[in-house]
């Protein structure tokens, strides 16, 4: 059952509630070995960090960093600091020092908590350009702190402080006095152009949030919770949040290139991630039916057949399956699609919410074909995360992000832009009166920026509309759409379309480096470096067929002309990438201005 209470105490009266059972598994920096956490314990912490807080002079709605990937101590900082009515403002653990000074100056940060050597590192270089910033605090027990840093503390050191709970009388006036309208976060979006922005989120918001997820999405007490996307992404912050409300134990994972490892240890029930996760999923499993045996590969498609049947063509049209039908599905379902299941971890799966950017239609049906309920839908950071998603118990349409929420009004505006009003929807940027002025109408509806269209009850998206591109044959290219086609082969790990005021679709394609050099290997090509295979006319050729399978359906149009292999990934550091991993379209085109300009100079 859902506890209801200001965000402020939610971690008190869960750990009234539940006491000593767990809360939070988690692996110390630098440990393999998971360790557990009651919530009680958390509590305590929590309780501490309060109290250590006023001990440093942290004022109501005060703006604190956090600097870290995803630890227990940023939740104990969270909710320490929503005990005190004071404003969490996180940062990526990827982030540059130049995004680390513009937030730190523009929120006005005196205090800031970082996790590992990198983000210190960081920290220290930037604290001369912060004229607000006082004091870091360190997570990490094996970081080393400059010996000429007389401003960092470790968190050992800082919870200290609260040792004791001297300050606990003022917390308690502070929790009575907590409403609202009291800021809780302010997110700053990465943005695939321009200077970052802070959104403004409120208690308001998150309990409307909850108060409308609850009606949807069935976790509960007996759920395991993985914490994989950063606690940064509202994404992750609004799902572990609400998660908590209802109960569910969390597996915190510190480190997303050990995420597999981490499933198959822990086996959690639940997990929100992005599309590249399952496609990644999708890939593999793929390559392992390619690579079977004759007999194997025949097994696994008809396995396929019948999950599709009576998951995608029976369950998410409403329809009962027929008694063979149930009695296959049965057959496959506790041996193949068990068998996969587990080698990802997941023994006991519940349900797995995914948004973030488009969700290829092949990959959504697999993945509901095995036994995996992919809750696909579609949120904003300005929308504390979900608009709409897809009901577990409800038909569904494969490419739709499901139905909208309760108490959110989503309109169809010009362009076909998705336009939102409602109580999760933030009240404006921060410090940003200018801004706010244009995304708002003048019915107070919020400006998304994405296309989309509604039919029957469920929402569907089409494009982020500043992404559209017009060829110079003035057709309209939905970039994202044609990306997510591609995505799903194994061989190609990230890519970027371009076509905007251009005669044609090209491509710059990143591809899966170590299968590209298996393939490579196993049909005798000879190379010395990623640039060797880059230009090899055999790869090219492989590609392109490739390519060319996964373009059937397309408008001529639409389809890939030419594209060029790179070796080198797009990156954060090159700006290529925003810290969500989205592309930065603009910078791509400027950073391979040359390669682009080769691929339509041969047309001429």
Not at 213 to 229: A, I, K, S, Y
Not at 253 to 280: D, G, H, L, Y
Not at 496 to 518: G, H, M, N, T
Not at 521 to 538: A, V, W
């Amino acid at each position: 059952m859902q506890t209801h209470c200001h965000l402020s105490q939610l971690v008190i009266k869960q750990a009234e509630k539940y006491g000593e059972k767990t809360a939070l598994n988690y692996q110390e920096f630098g440990s393999k070995e998971w360790k557990k956490m009651s919530w009680k314990e958390f509590s305590e912490n929590v309780i501490k960090v309060s109290n250590a807080l006023l001990n440093l002079g942290i004022a109501v709605q005060e703006n604190i960093g956090v600097f870290a990937q995803n630890s227990i101590h940023c939740h104990f900082v969270d909710f320490g600091a929503f005990g005190i009515r004071a404003v969490t403002v996180p940062f990526y653990s990827t982030s540059s020092e130049q995004q680390l000074q513009f937030i730190v100056n523009d929120a006005r940060i005196r205090l800031l908590f970082v996790g590992e050597q990198e983000q210190y590192d960081k920290a220290y270089r930037t604290l001369p350009l912060c004229p607000t910033l006082e004091r870091i605090v360190v997570f990490d027990r094996a970081v080393n702190i400059n010996k000429q840093d007389p401003n960092t503390i470790t968190f050992d050191e800082f919870i200290k402080l609260g040792d004791g709970c001297p300050r606990q009388p003022q917390v308690e006036q502070l929790y009575k006095e907590a409403n609202d309208d009291d800021i809780a976060n302010i997110l700053y979006t990465s943005g695939t152009t321009g200077e970052s922005k802070g959104v403004v989120l409120t208690y308001s918001q998150y309990h409307a949030a909850f108060d409308a997820n609850h009606r949807c999405v069935p976790v509960g007490e007996t759920d395991r919770v993985m914490n994989f996307l950063p606690f940064t992404h509202i994404f992750e912050r609004g799902w572990t949040f609400f998660a908590m409300t209802e109960g569910a134990e969390f597996i915190v994972n510190t480190n997303p290139r050990e995420i597999q490892q981490s499933m198959r240890e822990t086996k959690p029930t639940c997990m929100c991630a992005v599309p590249r996760f399952w496609e990644k999923v999708y890939a593999g499993v793929q390559a392992k039916i390619d690579n079977a045996g004759t007999a194997k590969k025949a097994l696994f498609k008809k396995a396929l057949r019948v999950g599709r049947k009576y998951n995608i063509e029976c369950l998410a049209r409403g329809k009962r399956p027929s008694p063979l039908l149930a009695a296959e599905y049965a057959f496959f379902n506790r041996t193949l699609f068990k068998l996969i299941r587990q080698q990802l971890g997941l023994d006991k799966p519940h349900f797995f919410p995914t948004a973030g950017s488009r969700v290829a239609p092949e990959v959504e049906e697999f993945i509901h074909s095995i036994g995996i309920f992919m809750m696909v839908g579609y949120g904003l950071t300005e929308s504390l995360a979900t608009v709409s998603c897809l009901h577990m118990k409800e038909p569904f349409t494969v490419g739709s992000v499901g139905i909208p929420i309760h108490s959110i009004k989503v309109k169809i505006g010009a362009d076909n832009e998705i336009m939102l009003k409602g109580p999760t929807i933030t009240r404006g940027y921060y410090k940003r009166d200018d801004l706010n002025q244009k995304v708002f109408d003048e019915e107070g509806y919020f400006k998304t920026g994405d296309s989309g269209f509604i039919e029957g009850k469920e929402l569907f998206l089409t494009e982020r509309i500043k992404d559209l591109f017009k060829t110079s044959n003035g057709k309209y290219i939905a970039p994202q759409m044609i990306e997510s086609r591609m995505l799903v082969d194994k061989f190609i790990e990230q890519i970027s379309v371009i076509a905007d005021q251009r005669k044609f679709v090209s491509a710059l394609i990143v591809p899966d480096y170590q299968l590209l050099e298996e393939y490579a290997r196993d049909n005798n090509i000879m190379f010395n470096s990623r640039e060797d295979l880059c230009k090899n006319s055999q790869i090219m050729r492989m590609m392109t067929e490739r390519i060319d399978m996964l373009q059937q359906g397309l408008a001529g149009y639409e389809k890939i002309k030419r594209f060029r292999l790179l070796p080198n990934n797009f990156s954060m550091e090159t700006g290529e990438l925003t810290n969500t991993l989205k592309i930065r379209r603009k910078v791509l085109a400027k950073n391979y201005a040359a390669v682009i300009d080769e691929m339509y100079k041969e047309d001429e």
